[in-house]
């Protein structure tokens, strides 16, 4: 997977980014899952002057072609973090359901198949860490027998085993 933008493609209504992400730079710092103070019903209300991190920063449903209007953040309930390594980082923002619709389920299988590295990011309890879980080894044996209910089982598990694991305070 190249870390080229997808031709043609444009944000569109979506603005997860400006909502759900915690940045945390010198220029710019806002906190995870509350809107950027800067954002308006027209979107970015300081688009020219933005800082850079909000010029550089973009989610994996524009870099990577495959993904349809589904897996858009703001209608999928997924935000796609693109990491080093590379990583994708399934980060739910409508709710840890949205990781059990076919689009979602679908990605993971491909990705896990091509052997790329794929987490979940779930919600710590108010006030700490999220969770970050890593799905390959669980998913590996479902994916390889292309078998979508053991999928779906191993995720709802990754889940359940998530919610119980600690977290730090932040
Ligand atoms: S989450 Fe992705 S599609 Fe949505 S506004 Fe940010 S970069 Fe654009
Ligand atoms: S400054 Fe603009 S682009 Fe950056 S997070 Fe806020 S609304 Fe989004």
């Not at 190249?2 to 444009?10: Q, T």
């Not at 806002?30 to 020219?48: F, M, N, R």
């Not at 590379?86 to 052997?115: H, K, R």
């Amino acid at each position: 997977m190249g870390l080229e933008l997808v031709a043609d493609r444009s944000c569109g209504e979506c603005t997860a980014c400006c909502v759900n992400l915690k940045i945390e730079t010198e220029a710019f710092k806002k906190s995870a899952d509350v809107p950027c103070q800067h954002l308006c019903s027209a979107g970015c209300g300081i688009y020219e002057t933005r800082p850079p991190v909000c010029r550089s920063w973009y989610c994996g449903w524009r870099y990577m072609g495959q993904l349809g209007l589904a897996m858009r953040p703001d209608h999928s309930g997924i935000l796609l973090r693109v990491q080093d390594g590379p990583a994708i980082v399934f980060q739910p923002t409508g709710g840890l359901e949205a990781l059990l619709a076919m689009p979602a389920m679908e990605l993971l299988g491909s990705l896990v198949s091509s052997d790329i590295a794929t987490y979940i990011s779930m919600p710590g309890k108010p006030g700490h860490t999220n969770v970050m879980l890593h799905l390959n080894p669980a998913l590996a044996a479902p994916v390889q027998a292309r078998d979508l209910v053991r999928v779906a089982k191993a995720i709802v598990s990754a889940l359940e085993f998530g919610s119980r694991t600690p977290t730090d305070p932040l």
